[in-house]
């Protein structure tokens, strides 16, 4: 799962930052309104989450050109609590907000939520071929049995899993999967699938081959 | 206790309906005492003119031995009692008939051998009347008979009645009235009075014969009762007309009023944007809806500016917790190295010390709001502090390579060092942080006709225009991305322009983008510093 954070607080950034690597997010970052919207323009990311006060531009003008283009889940990150200012982010286009300080169990927990959602699976367990995937716990189960998955392994499970029954294409799983800074070899992907393969049985993830891996 | 209702409009109401009353029953009691008198001048011209005519037949009795035979000569041909008022206009009266005697005349008439007087009892006819009560007779010309005609109007209804010196009635008239007494007083003794209805005038005569010629005023009075009456009813008509109109014009006056009321209670009830609507502009009513509009602009800006404050200071309280907290979390959510945990470590310290700053500010801030007299405020070398501040701020300088000059001139003011310090502190570090690497600083105080000045230019990036009308405003940056990372917290400025202008100085900045800014800060010198020279020239 590939998440932008825009936040001009750079300590404030570096702890969500660690926050969400730490649960297997590949995370990208703004620091600066305009760089803010160009990212989440270009990427298709599952969630970005988003600071009001921005320089450059702030939140409300990237939230509102963010709409134009993409539908992508924004949490809102603000110290402003007023009601006023929640109703004008959610009526904004915004898809959950979060006033700061916050608990970082909660702002994982609405991230996960609004992956799931953007995702149109609303549940946090997903049952398939045999296998039970919990998306609080990031664990997969087959018969009972907690599966040991790397982090991303599990998060190449998850992204599929998530969109049961569509092909996704390498650069799809790529953009998902690995954040700016991570080092990508294109084999990489690979090597996650069979090992996948290995663990939860070789017909789990299907190679449609020219255009990608699916779960069916 | 309280006799006058609270309601402008009904003290206007009850103001205005006493004055009409006042002026109405001036109005009507005027009238009605001109016409009053008016038509007693009437009758008492008539009753003069008739006492005159009377008098005329009286002969008086010291010139004749018999009554008969002044009878019989008649009023020509013996020496006449003078009249009280012959001549007296209103009573013309031709030759010719003075001297036609047509004995016998009408009912109304009197026969030439005058009866004696009657005693007391009415006298319907006065044929029927007896002989001779005194030694006087009375000749009544037919003229002067047809004054005593009986019947209504103006020139009827009139009686006399003659009386003797000695006080006996002599006669009087059939129609006259019981009780008609003698005149009082001596000789030519004459004068009006009233019996009941009778309007009467006594008139004693040289000789001293009594004459008395009244007349019923009952018509009379009871006319004017009418017009009393009709009077009362048209000022009562009027009255009610004035107090409905008074009524609308005191509604129209204060409809207003109840406009601005109702506007001003829309906004104590939270409505701020709520505005009186102004219909004319020029009158009273209208300024002062102007002068309320204004006032309520002025009080919706301070309610906005607060809430931007409250806003904006809960945002940047936050901000630091926000980091702690995340900061704190991540690195005990799992084992981290050494350097992580520094690093965590650091952040933290940061945004505790963002934290301090941004507190004390706001304290500072809020005791210079809350106007709470400073300790002491003697007179203080604004040169020093200056120089002070200078000298505290030479490492960050230094560090930006910003260049710091000075043009410190001696001159002192009044005012708690500490405040002045951070006054200068904040200025010059705003000057350094907002120049650009190689740039400089220069600050300046000055005793200018009884200021002191402090001046702090510097040759940055300058403010905008646009900008420079906010810059002393709480949380205000012109760039927040440029400040926000290096600690600033946006309240710099603003504690100068409180602690200025808690000293009852002025701070001004002028600036033009891109090539530096110039703040002004003026604050009363101290009377011992206003002979020192304007600048040194020296420094420069």
Request: include cysteine; aromatic fraction near 6%.
């Amino acid at each position: 799962m590939r998440i932008l954070v825009i936040e001009d607080e750079p300590d404030l950034l570096a702890g969500i930052v660690r926050a969400l690597r730490d649960e297997d997010y590949a995370v990208d970052t703004a620091v600066e309104g305009v760089d803010g919207l160009f990212k989440a323009e270009s990427w298709a990311y599952d969630a970005i989450l988003l600071d009001i006060m921005l320089p450059g531009m702030d939140g409300w003008e990237i939230l509102r050109r963010l709409r134009q283009t993409r539908k992508t889940p924004v949490l809102v990150l603000t110290a402003r609590d007023a009601i006023r200012d929640r109703v004008r982010g959610l009526d904004g286009g915004a898809d959950d907000y979060l006033t700061k300080p916050f608990d970082l169990a909660e702002m994982l927990a609405r991230v996960r939520a609004l992956i799931r959602r953007g995702a149109g699976k609303p549940l946090p367990r997903i049952e398939l071929r045999g296998a039970e995937i919990d998306l609080g716990g990031r664990t997969v189960a087959r018969a009972g049995e907690t599966v040991p998955l790397t982090p991303r392994e599990y998060a190449l499970v998850e992204y599929l899993a998530l969109h049961r029954g569509q092909v996704i294409s390498r650069t799809e799983l790529y953009d998902h999967l690995f954040g700016e800074d991570d080092d990508t070899m294109s084999n990489l992907l690979d090597v996650h699938v069979s090992n996948i393969r290995k663990k939860l049985g070789h017909d789990f993830i299907a190679t449609r081959r020219g255009h990608g891996y699916c779960i069916e | 206790m309280r006799i006058l209702p609270r309601s402008i409009r009904w003290r206007l109401q009850l103001w205005h309906g006493a004055l009409l009353f006042v002026v109405l029953a001036a109005f009507g009691l005027t009238s009605f005492l001109l016409v009053r008198e008016s038509r007693l001048r009437r009758v008492d011209q008539e009753l003069l003119r008739r006492v005159a005519a009377l008098a005329t037949a009286i002969r008086p009795p010291v010139h004749r031995e018999g009554p008969r035979d002044g009878v019989r000569d008649g009023p020509r041909g013996g020496p006449r009692e003078r009249l009280p008022d012959e001549g007296a206009p209103g009573q013309p009266r031709p030759d010719g008939e003075r001297g036609g005697v047509r004995p016998g005349r009408g009912p109304g008439g009197f026969p030439r051998p005058p009866g004696p007087a009657p005693d007391g009892g009415p006298v319907p006819v006065p044929e029927g009347a007896p002989g001779r009560a005194g030694p006087q007779d009375i000749l009544l010309l037919p003229a002067q008979e047809e004054l005593f005609r009986a019947g209504e109007g103006p020139d009827a209804g009139f009686y006399f009645a003659v009386f003797a010196p000695s006080g006996g009635l002599l006669r009087r008239s059939p129609n006259a009235p019981d009780g008609v007494g003698a005149p009082e007083g001596g000789f030519f003794n004459e004068y009006f009075r009233n019996r009941g209805d009778l309007r009467e005038r006594a008139h004693r005569s040289r000789g001293g014969f009594g004459i008395v010629v009244g007349k019923s005023v009952a018509s009379d009075v009871a006319e004017l009762r009418r017009l009393a009456l009709w009077l009362a009813v048209a000022a009562a008509g009027v009255m009610a007309l004035g107090l409905a109109g008074g009524s609308w014009v005191a509604a129209r006056a204060i409809r207003p009023i109840d406009a601005i009321s109702a506007t001003a209670q829309k906004i104590a009830a939270g409505d701020l944007a709520e505005r009186i609507a102004i219909a004319g502009t020029d009158s009273e009513l209208g300024r002062l809806a102007q002068v309320l509009n204004a006032t309520f602009d002025r009080l919706c800006d301070a309610f906005a500016r607060q809430a931007r404050f409250t806003a904006d200071a809960s945002h940047e309280l936050r901000t630091p917790v926000a980091v702690i907290l995340s900061q704190a979390e991540t690195i005990l959510s799992r084992e981290r190295t050494t350097g992580e945990y520094r690093e965590a470590l650091e952040a933290c310290r940061r945004a505790a010390r963002r934290l301090r700053h941004l507190t004390d500010s706001l304290l500072t801030l809020a005791r210079l709001d809350s106007g709470a007299p400073e300790e002491e405020a003697g007179p203080v070398a604004l040169d020093r502090v200056a120089a002070e501040a200078l000298e505290l701020l030479r490492p960050l300088a230094a560090e930006t390579s910003v260049r710091l000059e000075a043009g410190l001139a001696p001159v002192r003011c009044a005012g708690p060092e500490d405040r002045l310090l951070q006054v200068a502190v904040n200025l010059v570090s705003n000057a350094i942080h907002y120049n650009r690497p190689g740039g400089s600083v220069t600050v300046r105080t000055a005793g200018e006709g009884g200021a002191a000045v402090l001046t702090v230019v510097d040759t940055g990036i300058g403010i905008g225009a646009a900008d420079l009308p906010h810059v002393f405003e709480r949380f205000f940056r012109a760039d927040p991305s440029r400040s926000r990372a290096s600690g600033r917290t946006g309240l710099g400025l603003s504690i100068v322009k409180a602690i200025v202008e808690s000293q009852g100085g002025a701070v001004s900045v002028e600036s033009r983008e891109g090539e530096g800014s110039t703040f002004t800060v003026r604050l009363p010198a101290a009377a011992d510093s206003l002979l020192v020279p304007r600048e040194d020239p020296a420094v420069q």
